[in-house]
């Protein structure tokens, strides 16, 4: 993995090749070190390694001397939630949307957040430091020192009650939904809690084997709910990715609903009902211009950021802002929770579908007038190396010459993989799909394929 190891969303690599069982007992010795901390909630996704990656990392908290308390395979925002609840620092081994090949460790603070950036690179340093001198480590604790890992098998529900107590005792009595579960960490909970308010659940992808997480289904790949609901005769779906901090809904007719008509939607009824911050809804750069138009047009405020849920959630807490998300579907209530969470989200969203009386697709229908918009993943050997490529640049500076004010052009390197992303917004069609190819060619020549 090499140095600079934090990514935008933890730690992440392809499991026992760059985040090996080494790797994560090392970080989880440097977490201990780094935050002093007596005891750390530690769960993870259904993969395959996490169970060896997650008693790895455990073993280097209790390396240390802290306390650890497994609680098993839940969804990310469980473990900001439960973090926030019981003030202690929390781990989820998970690589959220990623294929099942990969991993990762995210991390909350006692506060349910992020940690901070200069955490994490204390972080590193540590690490760095016990992978460069195995043969020399530090002092560590021994006798009754030595930390311990329980198991909590009852934190789910500790969970499922946090996240039913944001509609307030509002019930989904009768309302038929289909639930793809991405055979993630949602597939055991998140069924459970829509049927405990009363809700017709029929449940899709829910049955992990540890290879099949967002295999084919989940919020990236929305075309399986979409069939579902149709056949099913559902009022809707609602897909979640292998953590659950993602959502995107389908309406009955196979409609997507993506982060962006999500909070739209969101934003107009939380205005409705005087509960809009600032009357302001925050997004990330990659939004659709026609969800700015959108809220221009019903005068709400957009706060734009760069990409990540980091920005987001920085961006809420500087504004005093109650809502904000990415175009993904991780979509931040920070009143309610301190990061995205997918089935929180999917519960307020079928409490507006029954207040509202009229349906997902009414209420969705002509809500946004979407500007084409392409996106292409282009692999490379070093994304890092992007600020040094002066040809991508001037061709990026020529593109958007070209498009004129109605497009626009989004380069960056990825935070999760080593791939560019490249986006372009016209309202032209084909001049978008032609300066994604020109800047893809130019991305794929300046900073060289992988393995070249």
């Not at 750390?40 to 790895?56: C, E, I, K, N, W």
């Not at 659940?201 to 929305?222: K, L, R, W």
């Not at 946004?368 to 890092?384: F, H, M, T």
């Amino acid at each position: 993995m090499g140095r600079g190891r934090f990514g935008t969303d933890g730690v992440r690599g392809v499991a026992n090749v760059d985040l090996t069982a080494e790797v994560a007992l090392a970080l989880g010795r440097a977490t201990a070190r780094v935050m002093d901390a007596p005891a750390f909630l530690v769960g993870r996704d259904t993969r395959l390694s996490g169970p060896m990656l997650q008693d790895a990392f455990s073993a280097g908290l209790a390396t240390e001397g802290s306390a650890v308390v497994d609680v098993g395979v839940l969804p990310t925002p469980a473990l900001a939630l439960l973090a926030r609840s019981r003030r202690r620092p929390a781990a989820v081994v998970s690589a959220s949307h990623n294929p099942f090949a990969d991993n990762g460790i995210k991390f909350f603070s006692a506060l349910g957040a992020k940690f901070p950036v200069e955490t994490e690179h204390a972080i590193e340093r540590q690490l760095d430091a016990l992978l460069d001198a195995p043969d020399h480590p530090p002092a560590r604790p021994d006798g009754a020192a030595v930390g311990s890992i329980t198991a909590d098998e009852r934190a789910g529900d500790e969970y499922c009650r946090g996240v039913v107590r944001a509609l307030k005792g509002r019930r989904l009595d009768g309302m038929h939904i289909v639930l793809d579960c991405a055979n993630g960490a949602a597939s055991a909970l998140g069924p459970a809690i829509f049927r405990s308010l009363g809700a017709r659940v029929e449940a899709i992808f829910d049955a992990p084997d540890g290879t099949n997480i967002n295999d084919g289904c989940g919020s990236t790949h929305p075309e399986a709910i979409a069939r579902a609901v149709v056949q099913r005769g559902a009022a809707f779906g609602l897909a979640f990715d292998g953590d659950a901090d993602r959502l995107v809904a389908v309406d009955h007719r196979d409609q997507l609903a993506d982060g962006d008509t999500l909070l739209a939607l969101f934003a107009l009824d939380l205005r409705a009902r005087g509960e809009l911050a600032g009357n302001s809804v925050v997004v990330t750069v990659m939004s659709n211009l026609g969800f700015r138009l959108a809220m221009e047009q019903r005068g709400i405020a957009v706060v734009e950021t760069p990409v990540g849920d980091r920005a987001v959630l920085e961006a809420l807490e500087a504004g005093d802002y109650h809502l904000g998300g990415e175009q993904s579907g991780h979509i931040v209530f920070r009143n309610l929770s301190t990061t995205g969470d997918g089935i929180l989200t999917g519960l307020l969203l079928a409490d507006l579908v029954v207040r509202s009386g009229v349906g997902l697709a009414v209420s969705t229908a002509g809500l946004i007038e979407r500007v084409p918009q392409i996106l292409r993943n282009v692999a490379v050997a070093d994304p890092a190396s992007l600020d040094r490529a002066p040809g991508v640049w001037e061709t990026v500076k020529e593109v958007e010459a070209g498009l004129g004010p109605t497009g626009r052009v989004l380069l960056r390197p990825s935070g999760t993989e080593p791939v560019i992303r490249v986006m372009v917004e016209s309202r032209d069609h084909e001049a978008a799909e032609a300066a994604v190819e020109r800047i893809a060619s130019v991305v794929e020549t300046s900073l060289g394929a992988p393995g070249g």
